[in-house]
């Protein structure tokens, strides 16, 4: 009952909990939070404590003593360590309730992806049961994004949504406010980062970080062989045969061509949602499009990519980093306007 | 002209030809990019992978026929980028032309129903506290009313519509008894109540007042015997402590009456209010004493003091009954009114009495049960 109470002076939210980036989103404030998801751990004679979470963990990353240990709790979209998890949780509702008085007792909405199991479903669940939410729902990640990127979901007419991740991709076919066709393959943001460290390995016999990956994805990575000007970055990594850092540089084409497996691993996964949708619905993709979201959409051309492999007008969702939280807010909304609960799954 | 009047130039002419897109929707820009690049229709639609349909209603700003504002919005970002336009300029465009065409009121009472939603709790919040306050707050007013009480006992106070009273602070009863001091009705059976300037008689005469009263003025409590000694010390009282005390009374039992006039009716109703006998300690410690002093507006004085207790009843000369009481051993009751007085004593050989300064003897006027009923002042 006291927890109903605090829930009072609680805001209901919406979580995207990703593999990359945590995104809280409050009902009447819009997106208040979003860091990494990365916590850093110290370990002091067996006992564990959290140092960071968050943007100071994850400046961290790769760079800590021996006694602390920065990790990315969720792995490919689900939670990987439990604990972790509920503590970076914890945290961050906290947080979004800084000037509270009372204690947060949040009524919060989960994204999960669609193809998560029953066990990870009911792990997500748990871990914010325990991080101090009074009611939790959970709702499919590829549906909280088109609700996010502004589709007509409730109507009879289908739309597809692209959410690219940092763990994984969700494709997923809505109609009437419930998804037809779904798929999530475990490629996204982390799987590009990989291949250009993998890439840069091979070519440059150099070692370089997760954040320096990132940093040149976002920096100079594309999808589509751009006819224009061919941009350049300049990088340090260790050099595996001399083993000292070496300078060195990338340009976007061969950064292009790093990225191709996995692009080709989405471009797939794509053609392959729309051969298995409904032929009424894949007709109303064919004559609207598809809407990409997720930090993956940033890529640059990725849009053009996938439109000059399907054939289809792709269009990337404004601010497609936040849509997944935002539509998870709205959904919250719909649902109490409509007392509905057809937006969640169990 | 110099450049920077030439970038001012520029800028006006951006600003006004941006607000003739809004007005005219980006549409326009679209087709005459399109067709200045010679390019048709049908090679638009291909390079974008959307209907020929769907570039007409674009250019013709019949955003209707197309499927939702997050596909227009690409639509025209596509668009843009192929046709080498900015498309975050088409993009804003579209915005403020849409703006222009929504009812804005439509989003507003959204917004403050979502506002009045949020802060649901922080008012349910206060009112439970308001009402937690009131009932604290009602809790310690009631513990301290009597406090309030004793605090106006202490500060004398002019009754409004009542003749101004003169009366001395308690402290000022340890000086010499030259003046009156503090008043104070007494009733045995519900002891003390005094008549200080507070104005609601109900308040003055609540039994909570009594202890306080007494210690906080550091006045004894004069019961019948302790009364008795008093008064044989008070004798000297002042005439003037008689002649306010009427006002005193009448101030603490009823404004509204006192203010028509210091008579009859205030010390009858004081008989009744007081119960069984109304007491009157004027004077410090060094002259002990009950001096009751009734005034009914009158020049005439009669005194009488008593060495028993006995019953005793006064009217005056328009046959009003003045007083009426059981005084005791020791105290001097002493009436301002209009002669000639029907006295009426139950034990009339335990008291003397004296008219206008004169002692009379009416021990022919007792009868066989030791009372009396004579009238002096014809």
Redesign the interface.
């Given at each position: 009952m006291f927890k109903k109470f605090r829930g009072?002076?609680s805001?209901d939210l919406s979580i995207d909990l990703g593999t990359a980036n945590t995104l809280v989103y409050v009902?009447?404030q819009g997106i208040v939070l979003n860091e990494p998801s990365v916590v850093a751990i110290r370990t002091t004679n067996g006992q564990k404590t959290v140092t960071a979470v968050g943007a100071d963990a994850k400046r961290m990353l790769g760079r800590t003593p021996s006694n602390i240990t920065a990790i990315r709790p969720l792995k490919d979209g689900v939670i990987a360590d439990f604990q972790v998890t509920e503590k970076m949780l914890q945290h961050f509702i906290a947080k979004v309730h800084e000037n509270s008085f009372f204690p947060p007792s949040p009524r919060v909405l989960v994204c999960v992806p669609c193809k998560a199991t029953q066990v990870e479903r009911r792990a997500i669940r748990e871990s914010v049961v325990s991080a101090g939410a009074r009611e939790v729902h959970l709702i499919e990640e590829p549906m909280a994004a088109a609700i996010g990127?502004?589709?007509?979901v409730e109507k009879a007419?289908g739309s597809m949504v692209v959410d690219i991740g940092g763990g994984t991709t969700e494709i997923a076919i809505i109609s009437l406010n419930g998804i037809v066709y779904a798929e999530s393959v475990r490629v996204g943001g982390d799987r590009f980062d990989e291949a250009i460290i993998t890439h840069v390995r091979r070519n440059y016999g150099s070692l370089i970080g997760d954040a320096t990956a990132e940093r040149i994805k976002k920096e100079i990575g594309c999808a589509y062989p751009s006819s224009g000007e061919l941009r350049e970055i300049d990088v340090r990594g260790r050099n595996l045969a001399e083993g000292v850092p070496r300078s060195f540089t990338l340009n976007s084409d061969e950064i292009l061509e790093a990225l191709q497996e996995t692009l080709s691993a989405i471009v797939q996964a794509v053609k392959s949602a729309l051969e298995q949708s409904p032929p009424e619905l894949a007709s109303d993709i064919a004559?609207?499009?598809m809407?990409l979201t997720g930090g993956g959409a940033l890529l640059k051309d990725l849009?053009k990519l996938l439109?000059e492999e399907t054939?289809?007008?792709?269009?990337?969702?404004?601010d497609p980093l936040t849509c997944v939280a935002r539509g998870g807010g709205k959904a919250m909304e719909l649902m109490d306007a409509n007392d509905m609960d057809s937006l969640t799954i169990e | 002209m110099t450049s920077e009047e030439n970038d001012k130039t520029l800028s006006d002419v951006t600003e006004q030809e941006q607000q003739e897109h809004i007005e005219r929707g980006p549409g326009h820009l679209l087709r005459k990019k399109r067709e200045a690049l010679g390019l048709s229709v049908q090679e638009a639609a291909d390079a974008?992978?959307?209907?020929m349909h769907y570039v007409r209603s674009l250019e013709s700003d019949a955003h209707d026929k197309l499927?939702?504002?997050?596909?227009i919005?690409?639509?025209l970002?596509?668009y843009a980028s192929l046709l080498g336009l900015d498309s975050t300029v088409l993009i804003n465009v579209y915005n403020e032309y849409t703006n222009q065409r929504e009812d804005a009121d439509m989003a507003s009472p959204g917004r403050r129903r979502?506002?009045r939603?949020?802060n649901?709790?922080?008012i349910?919040?206060s009112g439970i506290a308001f009402v937690v306050m009131a009932i604290v707050l009602w809790y310690f007013s009631s513990d301290s009313d009597a406090a309030t009480r004793t605090g106006a006992s202490g500060t004398p106070r002019a009754t409004p519509g009542t003749e101004q009273v003169s009366v001395a602070e308690p402290a000022n009863q340890e000086e010499p008894a030259s003046s009156p001091q503090v008043p104070m009705l007494v009733t045995p059976g519900q002891p003390v109540v005094v008549a200080l300037g507070v104005k609601e008689p109900e308040q003055a005469q609540l039994p909570a007042t009594v202890a306080e009263v007494a210690e906080e003025g550091s006045m004894e409590l004069t019961y019948p015997s302790e009364q008795q000694e008093a008064i044989s010390q008070a004798s000297g009282t002042l005439p003037m402590a008689l002649a306010s005390s009427g006002a005193l009374m009448a101030s603490g039992l009823s404004a509204a009456e006192s203010a028509e006039g210091l008579g009859t009716p205030d010390a009858v109703e004081l008989e009744s209010i007081g119960g069984e006998s109304v007491a009157q300690q004027v004077g410090d410690d060094n002259e002990p004493g009950n001096i009751i002093r009734i005034d009914a507006g009158g020049e005439d004085v009669v005194q009488i003091r008593f060495s028993a207790e006995s019953m005793v009843q006064v009217q005056d000369a328009n046959e009003e009954q003045v007083y009426r009481d059981v005084r005791v051993a020791g105290d001097v009751l002493r009436i301002n009114g209009t002669g000639p007085f029907n006295i009426l004593l139950g034990e009339a050989s335990h008291a003397t009495l004296s008219y206008n300064g004169e002692e009379i003897d009416f021990s022919a006027s007792i009868r066989i049960d030791n009372s009396a009923r004579l009238t002096v002042g014809l």
């Open positions: 009072m002076f805001n009902r009447g990127a502004g589709l007509p007419s004559e609207s499009g809407v849009d439109s054939g289809l007008p792709v269009i990337v969702a404004e | 974008l992978h959307i209907t499927p939702g504002d997050v596909f919005k690409g639509y970002r596509a979502r506002r939603n949020r649901t709790p922080w349910v919040f």
